[in-house]
């Protein structure tokens, strides 16, 4: 069963734009990891946040996490065209067991 | 160079051959994992491992298998493939001891059974 849902499933901007997708989980979780990929190639870690934290910040790349609606979001911010891949939420929970979203491919446009 | 090794990349094979894709990592890491990708599915979870001889099931185990006989190997068996694990598959580790740590991925394997 897919746990992780993500929106919107594919977003087109122009460079310099900022970049916003959702991702929502159905269990309680230990903490919720966002990954980028770029064409079918292995995924690469851009930012965790914890259940108990609530927003995050890593260079352009700011997460939030609302654990009384499930829900996460990933801003992009001053967008460029090498930011363009797919992106996925991942949930952690159990310690041990990962749920990924189903991802939200971007594109952005120089 | 830190990185989680996978063999093959690509393997194209037929119905009912026995295969194993291989995962290595250099890390020392305790924790690794199996994925599959699916178009538009996102990954899901076959197995994972939290150390040596320590292995449970993920979301979707159902056709293979795994062991966990060195820390830095974590191989995904499939003892009779079918058409529907054509895939992309995904070996991931992360330190154990802690699970506020990222996962690290291979660059995967495509397997196409005919």
């Known amino acids: 069963s897919q746990q992780g849902e993500e929106d919107p499933q594919a977003l087109s901007i122009q460079e310099g734009e900022n970049a916003t997708m959702n991702c929502s989980y159905k269990t309680s979780i230990n903490n919720l990891q966002w990954y980028r990929q770029n064409s079918g190639r292995g995924l690469v870690h851009l930012i965790l946040?914890?259940?108990?934290?609530r927003e995050k910040h890593s260079g352009r790349l700011r997460v939030t996490l609302d654990t009384s609606k499930k829900s996460s979001s990933l801003l992009i911010t001053a967008s460029r065209a090498a930011d363009t891949a797919s992106y996925f939420c991942a949930s952690l929970y159990n310690f041990n067991k990962f749920y990924f979203g189903s991802g939200t491919k971007l594109n952005v446009k120089p | 160079e830190a990185q989680v090794t996978q063999n093959p990349r690509y393997l194209i094979t037929v119905t009912g051959k026995k295969l194993t894709v291989t995962c290595s990592q250099n890390?020392?890491?305790?924790?690794m994992s199996w994925y599959r990708q699916d178009p538009g599915l996102g990954l899901r979870q076959i197995y994972y491992?939290?150390?040596?001889?320590?292995?449970d099931k993920g979301d979707v185990p159902e056709g293979y298998k795994v062991s966990r006989k060195e820390k830095r190997n974590f191989p995904l068996i499939l003892e009779s493939p079918s058409p529907n694990q054509t895939s992309l598959y995904f070996c991931?580790?992360?330190?154990?001891?802690?699970?506020?740590?990222?996962?690290?991925f291979g660059d995967g394997t495509r397997l196409s059974i005919l």
């Open positions: 946040i914890r259940s108990n934290e």
């Open positions: 991931a580790s992360r330190p154990g001891g802690n699970s506020n740590q990222p996962q690290h």
């Open positions: 890390m020392n890491h305790e924790y």
């Open positions: 491992s939290m150390n040596v001889e320590v292995t």
